[in-house]
């Protein structure tokens, strides 16, 4: 099978229904024929991104859809592309990294989060409803967050956004945006050699090559506002239509039922034959990891297909992966969402959808499952 990724536009939360009722493991057929799996319990995907004798390095794997790559999808990452790389190389920039995303350090940015919070409400308040909630809150909160944290100025927001979308999205130019958004970073990065600054990529320049710096800088910049920008709006618009208010502690149930991360990724290439689930998974062959599907187990999650905000182990999902490349970033993501949610909702407990359900414009083509644009209102007393 192929994967299927459109999802029903009246349960818009729900895993694609060609997904329902697949075993742990299914053969798949990647994007470029080969043929793979495609995991869906909590258990293989915990095998699959865990056991060192399953490889991220991107020369190795085959894409269940069409990705961009940097370098090419048949080359080695190149220098600084953590992601795709494997431990000893990937170990030494994640030591680099996991000091500069520590919980403490997080935590001391909460204020700031909470203030960008505020005055985009604040903007939101003196425009008036109706607004689109993607673009007047949920887009520039991480992007503010994480151009502060690595340097990068904010002013270029439009450029890196819409160059960013490209990279995730099927059916536009994914490769050339990824070549913009390099060489504005290269550039950067030699302008933060010379005049080093306050942040995180100044901070690096010690330590890694332009090259490295790079393509950390790139990773951490899409990754860093594009998924939680996604979940932000994604989970608004899920309360809002199942009749709900944020509260405190709903942000883990909110990133299980949602798995955003939802065309077939993480993958992970076996360097060797293995078992999971009881098949055998070849050398060379690519596993696939459903999260809509994975975060949705039975045998692991009680009454999986609702959304209960106080669902005690929702903790459990793999919304942020597993292992070694568990997300770097994932406490800073927590922290975005739960003052996000929280702000919004306090400011507007009126809130609510400006169109029906049924017309909020879905991102089937995008490797990061989310809404288009979030048209709200809210009761005013003028």
Partial sequence: MRLPIERNQECPFDPPPGLRGLPAMTRLEMADGHSGWLATTLAAGRVVLGDPRFSARQELKHSAMNVVRPGGADQPAPPGFFAATDPPEHTRYRRLLTGQFTVRRMRLLEPRIEQIAADHLDAMEKAGPPVDLVTAYALPIPSLVICELLGVPYADHDFFQDRSAAIVTSGRDGAGAAADLTAYLGELVR????????????????????????????????????????????????????????????????????????????????????????????????????????????????????????????????????????????????????????????????????????????????????????????????
């Fill in 191 to 382: 302008r933060k050699r010379v005049e080093p600054g306050d942040d995180l990529l100044s901070g690096l320049t010690g330590e890694l090559t332009d090259d490295e710096l790079t393509h950390v800088a790139l990773i951490l910049l899409v990754a860093g506002h594009e998924t939680t920008a996604n979940m932000l709006a994604l989970g608004v618009f899920a309360l809002l239509k199942e009749g709900l208010r944020y509260e405190e502690g709903a942000v883990e149930e909110l990133l299980r039922w949602l798995s955003i991360l939802h065309q077939g990724a993480p993958s992970r290439a076996a360097l060797e034959d293995v078992e999971v689930a009881g098949e055998l998974v070849r050398k060379g062959e690519t596993v696939a990891l459903s999260l809509p599907v994975i975060n949705r187990d039975g045998a692991v999650f009680e009454d999986p297909e609702a959304l209960r905000l106080d669902r005690p182990d929702a903790r459990r999902h793999l919304a942020f992966g597993h292992g070694v490349h568990q997300c770097l970033g994932q406490q800073l993501a927590r922290n975005e969402l739960r003052i996000g949610y929280r702000a919004l909702f306090e400011r507007f407990p009126g809130l609510r959808l400006a169109v029906p359900a049924t017309e909020v414009p879905l991102k089937h083509d995008a490797s990061v499952y989310g809404v288009r644009c979030l048209p709200v209102t809210w009761p005013t007393n003028g």
